[in-house]
């Protein structure tokens, strides 16, 4: 059975919820900052996975008289969305290990947040491997920051688990804060990066190299018949790619065979690259470019 984007969000849902209830509880019992922190973190996994179910939802909806090009961007948008939740929890855990640090925060009941994180560690683990196969089949941007942020709760409980097994030997409750800090300052960095990205895709960045390469390789195959090609511009909006272009053919051509030669153009890009709408102008050629042309020779 193939695996849909939403069936995807639904299971980050369900186990961001398993794991803020389970972590809220042991680090507000125990008063663990790292704990508390971790659960914190994965409250917003809730928000922010709650959000890229209703923009894959939206997303996959098709074009109407309002948006022609489809509801592909709202993907992006909702990262650009998770990115911000991202960066203000990283924000606030920095925050909250600082004031640990001044009031000397003591943690108790160090064995039981352990056995917490382990599981959280686990539980994670499976989510990520899981939300990476979809991002890769179903080439999802929001499935793959889903995937980008549970790999973020993934480092960050691994640290929280080291901080608490170092505690537990050492007796320096210290310890908690400077890796809720650490933890901190990785998560900033991660959404900005994150965010860095979808931005790209919502300003209409171009395709990826390899895909410009394919759409270069079949007007290549072509060039005997094509005369020139201008304006081709390419851009992505989720999982979605649109091209275009104008391809000038010798002025002696037939309609049918300028058809023809579309046709094949735009189909052998949209085999080539999924979810790709291709749009080709065809243009006669001029008197002034017969001295670099060979295609009526």
Not at 41 to 67: G, M, T
Request: some cysteine; glycine content about 4%.
């Amino acid at each position: 059975m193939k695996v849909t984007k939403v069936f995807a969000t639904k299971v980050s849902i369900s186990t961001a919820i398993i794991l803020a209830v389970t972590k809220a509880g042991i680090g507000i019992s125990t008063g663990s900052l790292a704990v508390l922190s971790s659960a914190f973190d994965s409250i917003l996994d809730v928000v922010s996975s709650s959000i890229n179910y209703f923009a894959v939802k939206v997303a996959e909806q098709p074009p109407d008289e309002r948006h022609p090009y489809g509801h592909a961007k709202f993907e992006p948008l909702a990262a650009q969305i998770q990115s911000f939740l991202i960066l203000f929890s990283g924000i606030y855990i920095f925050y909250k290990a600082y004031s640990n640090a001044e009031e000397n925060a003591v943690i108790t009941e160090l064995g039981v947040s352990i056995w917490v994180m382990i599981f959280s560690m686990v539980a994670t683990l499976f989510l990520v491997i899981f939300l990476r196969h979809v991002a890769k089949t179903e080439k999802s941007a929001v499935i793959e920051a889903d995937s980008l942020h549970y790999e973020i709760d993934l480092l960050t409980n691994g640290g929280v688990l080291v901080a608490l097994v170092a505690i537990k030997y050492t007796g320096h409750h210290l310890i908690d804060s400077l890796v809720s800090a650490l933890i901190a300052v990785y998560i900033i960095f991660s959404a900005v990066k994150l965010n860095l990205t979808v931005t790209k895709e919502l300003l209409d960045e171009a395709m990826p190299e390899d895909e410009l390469i394919k759409i270069h390789d079949i007007l290549n195959s072509h060039s005997h018949e094509i005369v020139n090609i201008h304006n081709l511009r390419t851009r992505k909006a989720g999982v979605k790619r649109f091209v275009d272009m104008h391809i000038v053919l010798w002025e002696g051509a037939s309609l049918k065979e300028a058809n023809s030669l579309r046709r094949d153009i735009e189909d052998r890009i949209k085999d080539s690259i999924e979810d790709t709408d291709v749009h080709l102008y065809i243009e006669p050629c001029k008197a002034d470019q017969c001295d670099d042309c060979d295609v009526c020779d």
